[in-house]
């Protein structure tokens, strides 16, 4: 196999440098004993290790009939088997399909569809919510941690199914390219269901590597506290793989365990929500605060505690700004003060704020961010089999991000709102219209629309306003229940309001508008003051 650079182009990198099978290969020889991944109380793996675990589900999955090209969903929780899962799958040039560990009902049923996917290897702890439901043309479900006997209408393999002889994974009909498609992620759309990115090799390279994230080095060791179902996983991963680094990994965020898995884990650099930042500058000072490894750390959105951030945990602070189809087009300097900035751009892209007609805004004013890139396939390639939402989003030949932002007198790009009607909660981008589709499910509710109301720890909390049949009633604690098996943890409103009707335009639009102006009215029902909290399930 020529696993030589292409110098079909001299802008894309080498398939070495990008493509995982090549660059795992390329480390594996030159340092296989160097550490490449170590979790938070459980084992390291070297470089070496990690080429033998590749093959070896490659291999399996080969068995299984996967071969190159094809799409394989991942539903996994941060482990060493979704690693594991991830690199077999794209060592065979294969498509890794990791989806959201929340996702139940009608959302599972749509990413299912969309992916294409004849195989899932899924958790024993989210089985049950494979009963009952369509799993389109996935035929074969390969289970991970134990075997939870339930009713599924796939044919269920035991994990062993994965452990194939490593000599056995086969070559790749042809060299894996840094424009093949390496990953498909899906995020949540605005208009209609959450929408599968189509990243290829070159992307993900572009999006982890040098550019938007300068500051990490090889010399580094990036935590991933972020779910590998997002970029906000893809990136310590994928970015330290192809610097020759290595990247730790836990189950997810704690504020509690934050600084004793930093200093378990060895970890220099790490990416912080504004959230999670907050919750961490909340905690009593102490001895802990100066008594860690942690060198440099990114937080984004930046907020307004960050130069006290640094300053109390001797940390040096960058933001940046990315979503999953670009790659990391704006970044900082060390240490900003402006809360809200996201940086400048990197060298390798362009960057414009237009209005609705997409001329550009003058100087001064607020428009939405689009982006296009010096080198090809380096941004999103897409999305799977939407061809009207791409051209939607790629119209004129730019990326439009559907973010509003405006420059100050700096040059630094200051986030201003979502143009788009998305909620961003606890780092999770959520779609209005899929809470709403299942608010709408409630027997008594006649009509819904969800908004975002600010969270007082970052982001947005959601808000959902609500219309009862006529003739009927709407208790807010009974709705809520109603949603809760319905729902990710995530997407679950915290407030409720009752009214008799939503406000519309004459052409009978609901004017969401008006209802975030109007934002926590009096009457708004509250499930936290109520004494209601929803936390994450706990998998594994």
């Given at each position: 196999m020529?696993?030589?650079?292409?110098?079909?182009?001299?802008?894309?990198?080498?398939?070495?440098?990008?493509?995982?099978?090549?660059?795992?290969?390329?480390?594996?020889?030159?340092?296989?004993?160097?550490?490449?991944?170590?979790?938070?109380?459980?084992?390291?793996?070297t470089y070496g290790e990690m080429e033998t675990i590749a093959r070896k589900v490659a291999a399996?999955?080969?068995?299984?009939?996967?071969?190159q090209g094809d799409t394989v969903v991942v539903w996994l929780p941060n482990s060493l088997e979704c690693l594991a899962a991830w690199f077999g799958i794209n060592w065979l040039g294969a498509v890794y399909v990791p989806i959201n560990t929340a996702y139940k009902g009608r959302l599972l049923e749509h990413v299912l569809a969309n992916s294409d996917a004849r195989l899932m290897i899924a958790h024993t702890d989210l089985m049950a919510r494979l009963d009952g439901i369509d799993l389109a043309k996935v035929s074969h479900i390969v289970e991970i941690g134990g075997n939870s006997g339930g009713p599924c209408s796939a044919t269920v393999l035991p994990e062993s199914a994965l452990d194939g002889e490593p000599d056995r994974a086969p070559e790749p009909d042809r060299p894996i390219e840094?424009?093949?498609?390496?990953?498909?992620?899906?995020?949540?759309?605005?208009?209609?269901?959450?929408?599968g990115v189509l990243s290829s090799y070159a992307q993900l390279h572009a999006m982890a590597g040098t550019g938007g994230f300068y500051m990490v080095t090889a010399q580094d060791r990036y935590l991933c506290n972020l779910p590998l179902f997002h970029v906000g996983g893809t990136i310590p991963a994928m970015g330290m793989l192809c610097r020759g680094g290595s990247v730790s990994f836990v189950a997810s965020f704690s504020t509690e365990e934050f600084w004793s898995s930093i200093n378990e884990t060895q970890t220099t650099v790490v990416?912080?929500?504004?959230?999670?930042?907050?919750?961490?500058?909340?905690?009593?000072?102490g001895p802990a605060d100066r008594a860690h490894c942690l060198r440099s750390v990114i937080i984004v959105p930046l907020a307004e505690n960050a130069p006290a951030f640094a300053e109390r945990f001797g940390v040096t602070v960058y933001?940046?700004?990315?979503?999953?189809?670009?790659?990391?087009?704006?970044?900082?300097?060390?240490?900003?003060?402006?809360?809200?900035?996201c940086g400048k751009p990197r060298d390798g892209v362009e960057l414009r704020l237009v209005d609705g007609n997409d001329c550009e805004v003058r100087a001064g004013e607020t428009g939405e961010l689009i982006v296009r890139a010096d080198a090809p396939w380096t941004l999103n390639s897409g999305y799977n089999k939407n061809p009207e939402a791409t051209v939607k989003a790629w119209r004129n030949g730019w990326f439009h991000t559907g973010d509003a932002f405006r420059i100050n007198e700096d040059g630094d790009y200051v986030f201003v709102d979502r143009m788009k009607d998305t909620i961003r909660r606890r780092g999770e981008n959520i779609s209005s219209f899929e809470v709403e589709a299942e608010v709408a499910a409630h027997p008594h509710v006649n009509e819904v629309a969800v908004v975002p109301v600010p969270s007082e720890l970052s982001e947005d909390d959601i808000l959902c306003v609500v219309a009862p049949t006529p003739g009927q009633s709407i208790d807010p604690e009974e709705l809520l229940n109603f949603l809760l098996p319905r729902l990710a943890h995530f997407m679950v409103p915290r407030y409720v309001r009752v009214v008799s009707e939503l406000p519309r335009t004459p052409t009978a639009k609901i004017q969401k508008n008006l209802l975030r102006d109007e934002g926590l009215t009096n009457d708004t029902w509250d499930r936290e003051a109520a004494g209601i909290r929803i936390r994450r399930e706990r998998i594994g």
């Open positions: 020529d696993t030589e650079a292409t110098h079909r182009d001299p802008r894309l990198p080498a398939r070495d440098e990008c493509v995982l099978r090549y660059v795992l290969q390329k480390w594996s020889r030159l340092k296989p004993d160097q550490v490449y991944a170590k979790f938070h109380r459980g084992r390291s793996i399996g999955l080969s068995a299984l009939g996967v071969k840094p424009w093949d498609v390496q990953s498909i992620v899906y995020t949540s759309g605005t208009t209609g269901p959450s929408k990416l912080l929500l504004g959230a999670m930042a907050t919750f961490i500058a909340k905690t009593p000072p933001t940046l700004y990315n979503m999953t189809e670009i790659s990391t087009p704006l970044v900082s300097g060390p240490n900003p003060t402006k809360t809200g900035i």
